[in-house]
């Protein structure tokens, strides 16, 4: 059985930080691009950020220069770590993985920033 399972979302003030963790059992972590998503209130789930199984990175526009996405493929754990954050940055964040005709969805982690 396949779990994703997300943490380290809360509340926060704007400029402060936060790390987030998935967790990933059931897979070959190894070789699935790992992704972070988000989705606020009223909006549609947009990408954040994605690490392939090489360890390339993107990120939204939105983010770069404030998020890192990172994997430690022996802990079968990609992070997503977050500083400078906005009021914008509110959300569920939730970690995807995925590989061609594979993918998985942790249940989300809330991200709440405060002015």
């Known amino acids: 059985q396949v779990q994703l399972v997300e943490s380290g979302g809360g509340l926060v003030q704007a400029g402060g930080s936060l790390r987030l963790s998935c967790a990933a059992s059931g897979i070959i972590f190894s070789i699935y691009e790992m992704v972070w998503y988000r989705q606020a209130p009223g909006k549609q789930r947009e990408l954040v950020a994605v690490i392939t199984s090489g360890g390339t990175r993107n990120y939204a526009d939105s983010v770069k220069g404030r998020f890192t996405i990172s994997r430690d493929n022996a802990k079968n754990t990609v992070y997503l770590e977050m500083n400078g954050l906005k009021v914008e940055d509110t959300a569920v964040y939730y970690c995807?993985?995925?590989?061609?005709?594979?993918?998985?969805w942790g249940q989300g982690t809330q991200v709440t920033v405060s002015s």
């Open positions: 995807n993985a995925r590989v061609p005709l594979s993918d998985y």
